[in-house]
């Protein structure tokens, strides 16, 4: 059986991108421009000259990283009959024999798959350093991983999905 590929959505990332770009353009406006509306004038070198050129700053680098999203044509996750590949979370496979239990869980509007780890095979597995420091922050919780479905087609949806016919009866 191969490997079901799960590529990240082109529409989703060029949403973030689009909107961090009109927030980059609506804040360079009222840093630049300074209209005058009442008495909410944009003094330069005040408070609010100083919050728009960092919020044009911060969307300006948001919009970069999405930009560089939108070139990415490698999948993202891969689910198989070794296991799951989240490139996000591991250099390798992780295999079913590690993986206790992947449940749904949610957390405010966005959904994701929790990984349960067996304790023992997650000291051989190569992480990433961004799941390390994720299992870090979740350390309350029990050191579980999270596949994020939000930016991949199909979402989380086609991730249950690929995870259910891909993973052995247990």
Request: aromatic share 12%.
């Amino acid at each position: 059986m191969s490997a079901i590929d799960l590529r990240l959505s082109n529409l989703r990332i060029f949403m973030g991108f689009l909107g961090s770009c009109i927030f980059v353009a609506v804040a360079l406006r009222l840093a630049i421009v300074r209209p005058n509306v009442g008495a909410d004038t944009i003094i330069p070198g005040s408070f609010r000259d100083y919050e728009m050129r960092v919020c044009a700053v911060f969307f300006g680098f948001c919009a970069a990283l999405w930009g560089l999203k939108l070139f990415q044509s490698d999948p993202v996750v891969s689910v198989g009959s070794r296991g799951i590949y989240d490139r996000r979370l591991s250099t390798d496979w992780i295999p079913w024999e590690a993986i206790r239990a992947i449940k749904p869980a949610q957390f405010w509007m966005s959904s994701y798959s929790r990984l349960e780890i067996d304790p023992e095979a997650s000291a051989r597995i190569q992480w990433t350093r961004r799941a390390r420091f994720a299992s870090w922050l979740n350390l309350m919780f029990g050191r579980r991983y999270r596949i994020s479905g939000a930016e991949l087609s199909g979402g989380v949806p086609a991730l249950a999905e690929a995870i259910g016919r891909s993973r052995p009866e247990r």
